[in-house]
């Protein structure tokens, strides 16, 4: 382990032209490459840059362990299937999350992006090359975000049905094309919040920017279900495996904003900041239960068993 402060800890970068397996690379080419992070890498037409046609994940490291990689390589299957981008080598991308990992000097909570575009413009079709890469960086300090955080409700302007009617809008699919949700954020920020709720057209509470919703009512606890557009969280699921172990159990309801304001306490749930607990939905306070918040954490950083 290293003496370094973890603001030294340079990031690691690693090209992955072994995305789709080995019959798409070129004679010698390795399928996992460690690239130099602070030189240009991406071509100007890639359709990750040019369209936001890719898919990514952030996953969390936490004391060298990486937490659910099998969920989150599954879900960027799921959202490249939803963009229609080929199959995916899941193999090829654990080994190199795992390099990933490997490669960057030990920090107490490392976080390890996988980003998956359509490749550069003007491919023939089927003969698609996705770009792949991952980076791994040093996780910012989330100690605040963990105490506490004010959430303001921001209308989505999409219905819960949207999965089912309007596939194309590919509510649920993690893509490239985060720029709605930083756009939320700074709309939460100029409200005097931390982050914010998405709300559906008629009215229901999803998820935030980036992360998923957990509300308590007694002993109750509830999540938005993914059929109504949501990322299916993998932090969620492992907050869901330590409430099963407890003998408590999560359900899945469409609620409105102001039923979580007046529940027992929500979280936003996610894999590198794990539990934020809300302390105030619209300037409407919630009981926060630290001791349960940072059980949550716990368990999601995997420090705790299930
Ligand atoms: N919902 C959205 C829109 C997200 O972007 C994320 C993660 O970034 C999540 C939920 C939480 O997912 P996870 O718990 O797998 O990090």
Request: glycine letters at 10%; hydrophobic letters at 45%.
């Amino acid at each position: 382990s290293s003496d370094a402060p973890v603001a030294s800890a340079a990031p690691v970068l690693l090209l992955v032209p072994g995305i789709i397996g080995p019959s798409a690379l070129g004679a010698g080419e390795e399928p996992i490459v460690l690239a130099d992070g602070t030189a240009p890498q991406l071509r100007v037409t890639d359709l990750g840059v040019t369209r936001g046609e890719g898919a990514f994940e952030t996953i969390g490291v936490f004391d060298g362990r990486i937490m659910a990689l099998a969920p989150h390589l599954e879900r960027l299957q799921r959202s490249a299937t939803m963009m229609e981008l080929p199959e995916l080598d899941l193999d090829v991308l654990a080994q190199a999350v795992r390099r990933a990992v490997d490669e960057h000097a030990d920090v107490p909570e490392l976080l390890v992006r996988i980003f998956v575009s359509s490749g550069p413009e003007g491919g023939a079709p089927g003969t698609a090359r996705l770009t792949a890469w991952i980076h791994a960086k040093a996780a910012p300090d989330y100690s605040g975000e963990r105490a506490g955080i004010r959430v303001v409700a921001l209308d989505r302007g999409i219905p819960s049905t949207a999965p089912q009617t309007s596939p194309w809008l590919l509510a649920g699919a993690k893509t490239m094309s985060y720029a709605i949700n930083m756009a939320m954020i700074r709309e939460a920020e100029r409200r005097d919040a931390q982050d914010a709720l998405f709300v559906s057209s008629d009215g229901y509470a999803l998820e935030g920017p980036t992360s998923t919703l957990l509300v308590r009512r007694g002993d109750t606890f509830t999540t938005t279900p993914a059929s109504a557009g949501v990322l299916p969280g993998t932090s969620l699921g492992s907050v869901v495996a330590g409430l099963r172990a407890g003998g408590l159990d999560c359900t899945e309801e469409l609620l409105t904003p102001a039923e979580v304001a007046a529940s027992d306490g929500a979280w936003l749930l996610s894999s590198g900041r794990l539990a934020a607990p809300i302390t105030h939905l619209d300037g409407i306070a919630l009981p926060v239960d630290m001791e349960l918040s940072r059980r949550f954490c716990d368990l999601i950083a995997g420090r705790a068993q299930a």
